[in-house]
């Protein structure tokens, strides 16, 4: 095979920053716990965007604080 066809694959492209959330709230007791997170890119080209974040809510394994 020709030397092209050896070489190894260009990386991936970089996604670029992020935003990072972490969403809290009070349980039962008035203790901070976390409710939801989540992440997104921000774009590299500037300018005003509208991105939605999908939020993901953490399940508790126990019992008192699935009912919370």
């Known amino acids: 095979p020709s030397p092209a066809a050896r070489a190894p694959p260009d990386p991936p492209v970089p996604a670029?920053?992020?935003?990072?959330?972490?969403?809290?709230?009070?349980?039962?007791?008035?203790?901070?716990?976390?409710?939801g997170y989540g992440a997104v890119h921000v774009?590299?080209?500037?300018?005003?965007h509208k991105r939605t974040i999908a939020m993901f809510v953490p399940e508790s394994t126990s019992r008192l604080q699935q009912l919370t």
Do not use: N
Request: charged letters at 15%; a neutral charge.
């Open 16 to 35: 670029g920053p992020q935003i990072v959330l972490s969403v809290y709230g009070p349980d039962f007791f008035g203790h901070d716990v976390v409710r």
């Open 43 to 48: 774009p590299f080209v500037p300018g005003r």
